[in-house]
């Protein structure tokens, strides 16, 4: 089941007097329970992209359909919505709150994303996330004791808050040497599959790449099917 479509996005940035199209007419759709990734060179517009994608800016110009919505024609106001009930962001680092512990940074995100759960449930759902990411035993400790890897995971849990439709991820495993990055992308796809998310994925990282159902190239500002 195709979950959001984009049709013919055009990105036009103006640096000083010069226009420049990042995004040449980019037509793409994401499937249920498949992870996308997107690759291509530094600059390409790959972040452009998967930033109008999730509604965190406009395209010039074309659609992003996303149930019976079109992002690009919908008040800032019902994107905002749109975003924190139904998308998940995981970006390169991890960003935690440093003095907030393991379990303190999904209470905060649960606080933050109008969530109208009492205590108990809410503890459940802090349950849950842990037990998602695998990170059951480090909810006390702080972000400075935690690997990479832990840290990601972390970020994944802070994503899955209200189990997003839809979970963006630009570049998640960066930052991670070879044996986090898997362990981070294993995660992922079993999220994937077992919770029928549908992932875009911005990445560099060939190994990365061998984890996605789709690969998608940038290039000149248009998409085209890696070699
Ligand atoms: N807000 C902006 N204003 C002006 N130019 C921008 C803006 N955002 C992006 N660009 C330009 O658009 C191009 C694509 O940027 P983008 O960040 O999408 O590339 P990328 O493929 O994600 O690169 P990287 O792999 O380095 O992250 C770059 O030349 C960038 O400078
Ligand atoms: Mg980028």
């Known amino acids: 089941m195709t979950i959001l479509t984009l049709e013919n996005i055009h990105k036009t940035f103006k640096n000083g007097d010069v226009e420049e199209e990042i995004l040449k007419g980019i037509s793409l759709s994401l499937k249920q329970g498949e992870i996308t990734a997107l690759t291509g060179a530094s600059g390409s517009g790959k972040s452009t992209l998967l930033t109008i994608a999730a509604g965190l800016q406009p395209p010039t110009s074309g659609h992003i359909y996303f149930e019976s919505h079109d992002l690009a024609e919908l008040k800032p106001d019902q994107i905002r919505h749109i975003r924190a009930s139904q998308f998940g962001f995981v970006f390169q680092f991890a960003h935690l709150v440093p003095f907030l512990t393991v379990e303190e940074q999904l209470i905060f995100m649960l606080d933050v994303s109008d969530s109208k759960q009492n205590k108990q449930q809410r503890a ?7 037990e998602l990411v695998d990170m059951e035993h480090r909810r006390t400790a702080y972000p400075a004791s935690l690997s990479g890897g832990e840290k990601q995971r972390i ?6 808050v209200h189990q997003p439709t839809i979970l963006f991820a630009d570049e998640p495993t960066a930052s991670l040497d070879s044996k986090r990055s898997k362990e981070v ?3 992922m796809r079993n999220l994937t599959k077992e919770l029928g998310i549908t992932t875009l994925m911005v990445t560099h990282d060939q190994d990365t790449m061998a984890y996605a159902d789709h690969m998608i190239e940038m290039k000149d500002g248009c998409l085209s099917q890696p070699v």
């Open 124 to 130: 459940a759902e802090i349950k849950r996330l842990l």
């Open 155 to 160: 970020a994944i849990a802070r994503a899955m």
């Open 185 to 187: 992308m294993t995660l």
